[in-house]
């Protein structure tokens, strides 16, 4: 039995009610249904997929790591939008660990590995520079962002009280101090280095002048591993993206000082990215791909679908979780613990298609260039990443968001972004990142390797 045969059979529980968005929900299809999505448990109806724009194949192997980022991609396979658009043999492979996924996309998919799926950034970069993987060079190409927001920063319960939460300046003392009533510095840890959960949790140490290289300890732990690394004490704190830093409150073990939205409202996070050579041989299913999981991003991003989406990421083939971890943040309900207020806003949760800056699926290169830039200012990769003239050929050899454009303007979707830039990003701290002068944003950081 197929996977969407499977979906068709299932009887999900869908609930209304639930808040609003202010986004505009863009339509499927021109020329289709209004909603170009079958009912609850349904696939939807076939595409107008014209014989010549029929995929050069119809298969690809994507990889996930089971968080909130990686839905689009669940749903593109479970509601048949893959299917609708040609690309009947799609698989989507969960991945250990973000160093599987990478070593699994050196090797590509006719190696045993995978074509592409769900990265951090700037992992496509440094792939494709070969500085995460011993020197072999494997260009890939960033095609869609999948998620806005959807991630957390928890801290241990022990040191509840303590003053740690969206600004921890008044805290840093008590950070910094830790080595010398402890014994040991203060434990954060990260999914994946250099990345961007890497560079969520940096910049909140930072900002509330806690130098993250220098006065406390970083660790790489994988996803699955967080909860149970605070559980037994290993860790104080961690970054990364629901469910995880969720569970800590609801399993009473931590809670959570600041969401990455409260950091930076509207901020980028993970994105679909595939090997280049197998992009530039099968442009016709790229295109096939990004419509679908761009249809799936849609889906997703209406209230009256969340209950179902819970249903089907939470299910033992996908997170492996219970549903009632995965309700509250799809919803836009944390529970940040500590005394302080609950978080009930549907727009503070994982946003897929739009959000209150506009486009979340369209992959801007500004915010390839940011998240290269702090590479810069954390002084990654040096000896690749010398300067901005070379940060910014980087982005364009890397960044396709031509395809994007392309795949949206043949699948009837509006709302198309009319510039590559998003323009001028505040954060939590009144700092501002101008793409046009990255330079200016480097010079203002107090706390910085450069």
Known sequence: MSDISR???????????????GSVLLKGC???????????????????????????????KLGYLPIVESAPLIIAKEKGFFAKYGMTGVEVAKQANWASARDNVAIGSAGGGIDGGQWQMPMPHLIS???????????????????????????????????LGLDISKAADYIKGYPASQGRKFKAAFTFPNGNQDFWIRYWFAAGGVDPDKDIELLTVPPSETVQGMRTGSMDAFSTGDPWPYRIVADKIGFLPALTYQIWAGHPEEYLAM??????????????????????????????????????????????????????????????????????????????WTDSKGSVSYPYKSHDLWFLTESLRWGFHKDKL??????????????????WREAAKEAGFSDIPSSTSRGVETFFDGVKFDPANPEAYLKSLKIKRV
């Open 30 to 60: 021109l020329g289709n249904p209004p909603s170009s999505t079958a009912p609850t448990g349904g696939a939807p109806a076939p595409g107008p997929v014209a014989a010549g724009d029929a995929p050069e194949v119809t298969t690809a």
């Open 275 to 352: 090997r280049a050579d197998w992009v530039d041989a099968h442009p016709k299913a790229t295109k096939a791909i990004l419509k679908a999981v761009m249809e799936a991003q849609q889906w997703a991003d209406k209230p009256e679908n969340r209950a179902e989406l819970v249903q089907i990421c939470s299910a033992r083939n996908y997170f492996n979780i219970s549903p009632a971890i995965l309700t509250g943040p799809f919803e836009g309900r944390y529970s940040l613990g500590d005394g302080k207020p609950d978080i009930n806003d549907f727009k503070a949760g994982p946003l897929y």
């Open 129 to 163: 520079e070969g500085i995460i993987t011993n020197g072999k060079k494997v260009p890939m190409y960033v095609l869609a962002q999948l998620i806005t927001q959807g991630n957390g920063i928890a801290v241990s319960n022990a040191h509840a009280g303590k003053g």
């Open 7 to 21: 979906v068709g059979r299932r009887k999900f529980l869908v609930t209304a009610g639930v808040a609003a968005t």
């Open 386 to 403: 010398k300067d901005f003239d070379t940060v910014k050929r980087l982005v364009d050899s890397v960044n396709r968001e031509d395809l």
